[in-house]
């Protein structure tokens, strides 16, 4: 492969590092988007899911026949039904091993229960009608005949010897029981420690609030024998493969995955959910397209959850401050089934991610995943990234406190040192860059960290109290997966880029098209992006872990070298020169083209994509176009890192706290569009804020949910938040050609520590050293009065 660094060309308006409008911003908010519910196919039905109204029950029947009877009604489904069918279960594809080396205890679940009943929302049964309300109508017709049984919601409760089992063949409700660490090494450094640290955290639930619920279109060609869903979906190649290979069972290519516009995700829509083997299913047997789109209750009930974890944190220091080692033992909830990837946030991200920027020669993190009567919890933005990330700031802090050392200090001490990279962690990462300590200072100064004193005097003179926060961070980013990058040259004059990464909502047309016109000169006007349609890719891992724009880009730059090769043979043959006199260069507009080296005879890309595509009678050895379909192997992961400081108010009377300043310095290596990095930075710090202050799944001892509407589910609004300062320290990554190192979710993994760090110290003249999230009214004034929370 030819050298792919990017190319010297920073200065250009639309090349890499310029604050480049969104290209996709015109056509969403014109409303001329095209999300699933936007669709409608000739014929097409509607469906309804049927869920269950109890956490934990056994099936003793469902009687279908009034709701078949309900005008309008088509069919009604069971998982009778679709087990004579032949389909496949979802299933936990992570080939995790517990402590002793026997495999995880995966669970198959299928698209709707049959023998029990897991979680209040679990579907049991899918009505099929001409009209949205006529299939509302026949679910509401559905008799269910459930014994119910007692119910268990928390992932610790869930361990109790006498807890109600889920499952036969999970005895105790355990599924894993993860470790990772030396134990004796680990013992011996706490039984060496001048100062042990120790903190019960709670990571609470929370429910992946997309502006989009899930929506879907399921279609069945009878000649073809084809399936084809439409979807809202983070990539369609791995959702065909589990669509096709665990569920149908079919052959790849007779299932066709396509996604337009989406609404959000943040991991919730990376994966099959039940309604979609129905939809195809409905739509095989009826002969006719089947829709469906959930209600926000249904999401409140059914959308995979995040977080939940039950974590005692130790940290062990030695006399000078020095963090000699980390244990983590914390129960993982999983809810009840194994989502795709439920297990890895609780156990290989914590790993991953625990050590952050700091020095600690030993890691130690032991994990027993459980399940419960509550909806199944897989990644959210950040993925155990923000919870490692939060347990060791609070850590640090805290120790600050006990053993009377500035925090600052203690984390200038512990801090990889610049001249260390690359550097081996704990965890078996290798970090290749960074300046740590450096990113802090920026932070501080950027803050106005030494007026803070003044500032708290004028919060204290109004009956307020104010506390300040940091929250360093490191993120191991993109996992591992292929990545396509394909560009077409085409008869309109435009360039389109294909791949395998799919926009929710980040933007993705604008740095993908500034990466190209950087690489390979073509007028960044008249890029296009095309994602979402499976036909389209022999491989693409999706969007999530901070890894689009790492792999994308990479491909992208790869596939624009193989167009210059390609390029060069064609242009030396339009040139009637050699090929090894052909030089790729870039005119005075930053625009691509062939000039035969020492002369000024020259050809620009485009205009040779165009002769390329009319010649007549062109010679064999003439390639047949430009177009180029290539393939990025796994791209290595990278360490987004930054420093976050947070101030908050609080009012001692009522409890309530206010974010009244933030600043965030990040490394996010390489940065192709300023403006968009910094949109995404501050949606991250958002939804850390939610979790942080407002954000809670609360369940009843049945497993009602309790928080199961935006009345009594609390989101931060605009008003809750301040202006965001915003600054960039970036060591380009030296492990991708981009030189990126990712950005979606280091938001989340900063804002967390810096806000509950925040509240803290507000709440010191208390003697309150610890409180956990979501810091809600309530619990801060029953904090500041002494009783228990």
């Not at 926000?296 to 000699?324: I, K, M, P, Y």
């Not at 500034?514 to 000169?521: C, D, I, N, R």
Request: glycine content about 10%; proline content about 6%.
């Amino acid at each position: 492969m030819p050298d792919t660094a990017m190319p010297d060309t920073t200065r250009l308006k639309f090349g890499v590092g310029q604050p480049v409008p969104r290209n996709e911003d015109p056509v969403l908010l014109q409303g001329r988007g095209r999300y699933t519910d936007d669709i409608d196919l000739p014929g097409q039905v509607w469906a309804y899911m049927v869920r269950s109204p109890y956490a934990h029950g056994v099936i003793k029947g469902i009687d279908t026949a009034a709701a078949k009877e309900v005008p309008g009604v088509l069919g009604v489904f069971t998982g009778a039904d679709l087990a004579e069918a032949g389909y496949g279960a979802m299933r936990c594809t992570l080939p995790m091993k517990n402590r002793d080396g026997s495999p995880i205890i995966n669970i198959e679940r299928p698209a709707l229960a049959t023998d029990k009943v897991r979680f209040v929302g679990d579907p049991v049964a899918f009505v099929v009608a001409e009209t949205k309300a006529a299939a509302r109508d026949g679910a509401e017709a559905v008799y269910l005949d459930i014994d119910i049984l007692p119910a268990v919601t928390d992932a610790s409760a869930a361990a109790a010897p006498d807890a109600p089992q889920l499952y036969d063949h999970v005895p105790g409700n355990q599924v894993l029981d993860f470790h990772h660490g030396d134990s004796g090494k680990v013992a011996a450094a706490f039984a060496a420690a001048a100062h042990v640290t120790k903190l019960s955290i709670r990571n609470n639930r929370v429910v992946v609030c997309a502006m989009e619920p899930r929506s879907a279109i399921g279609e069945y060609d009878a000649e073809s024998g084809r399936y084809t869903l439409h979807v809202g979906s983070q990539g369609v190649f791995g959702l065909r493969a589990q669509m096709a290979n665990d569920i149908l069972k079919v052959p790849t290519d007779k299932v066709r995955i396509l996604t337009g516009n989406v609404g959000g995700s943040f991991g919730m829509k990376a994966s099959a959910y039940p309604e979609y083997p129905c939809l195809l299913h409905a739509a095989k047997l009826l002969g006719r397209p089947v829709k469906w789109t959930d209600e926000r209750t249904g999401s409140f009930l059914s959308d995979q959850h995040g977080r939940d974890h039950e974590v005692e944190a130790e940290l062990a220091l030695d006399a000078e401050g020095r963090a000699l080692a980390v244990r983590l033992t914390a129960f993982a909830n999983m809810g009840g089934y194994l989502a795709t990837v439920g297990p890895l946030m609780g156990t290989g991200n914590f790993v991953k991610n625990v050590q952050s920027n700091y020095a600690t020669p030993l890691i130690e993190v032991s994990t027993r995943c459980l399940v419960t009567n509550t909806t199944p919890v897989s990644a959210y933005r950040g993925a155990g990234r923000p919870e490692g990330n939060y347990f060791f700031e609070r850590l640090l802090e805290q120790a600050a406190k006990e053993t009377g050392r500035s925090a600052i200090d203690l984390r200038r001490i512990n801090h990889i040192k610049s001249d260390s990279f690359p550097f081996s962690a704990s965890t078996g990462s290798v970090y290749d860059s960074g300046d740590f300590t450096a990113v802090l200072e920026k932070a501080l100064e950027a803050a106005d960290w030494d007026g803070f004193e003044s500032r708290r005097a004028e919060s204290k003179a109004r009956g307020r109290l104010r506390g300040r926060g940091i929250g360093n961070f490191l993120e191991c980013t993109a996992p591992p997966m292929k990545e396509q990058g394909e560009i077409r040259f085409n008869e309109d004059g435009t360039v389109t880029i294909i791949t395998g990464t799919l926009d929710y909502g980040q933007g993705h047309w604008t740095p993908f098209a500034q990466v190209l016109h950087q690489s390979l000169g073509v007028p960044f006007e008249s890029i296009r992006l095309m994602q979402g349609d499976s036909d389209l890719l022999i491989a693409g891992g999706g969007t999530g872990g901070s890894k689009s724009l790492m792999a994308s880009g990479a491909a992208i730059m790869e596939a624009a070298q193989l167009v210059i090769e390609k390029g060069r043979l064609a242009a030396a043959h339009m040139l009637e020169a050699a090929v090894g006199d052909i030089e790729f260069e870039r005119d005075a507009n930053g625009l691509g083209r062939f000039a035969i080296a020492g002369t000024d005879r020259s050809i620009g890309i485009m205009d040779l994509a165009e002769r390329i595509r009319t010649a007549n009678n062109p010679p064999p050895d003439l390639p047949e176009s430009l177009n180029v379909r290539h393939v990025f192997g796994e791209a290595p992961q990278a360490y987004p890192n930054g420093c976050h400081v947070c101030e908050v108010e609080v009012d001692p009377d009522t409890g309530i706290v206010e974010v009244v300043r933030y600043v965030s310095v990040n490394d996010f290596g390489v940065i192709v569009n300023p403006l968009m990095v910094e949109g995404q930075a501050h949606g991250g710090i958002v939804q850390g804020i939610g979790q942080a202050l407002y954000e809670h799944v609360a369940y009843s001892e049945e497993g009602q949910l309790l928080s199961g509407s935006y009345q009594d589910y609390c989101l931060p609004r605009a008003g809750d938040l301040p202006n965001f300062g915003f600054e960039s320290h970036p060591s380009p990554c030296k492990t991708n050609p981009v030189g990126a190192k990712g950005c979606g979710e280091a938001g989340c993994a900063g804002s967390l520590p810096a806000v509950m760090n925040a509240l803290v110290d507000a709440l010191s003249e208390f003697g309150i050293s610890h409180i956990n999230m979501p810091a809600t009214p309530e619990r801060v004034w029953r904090a500041i009065h002494g009783m228990a929370d």
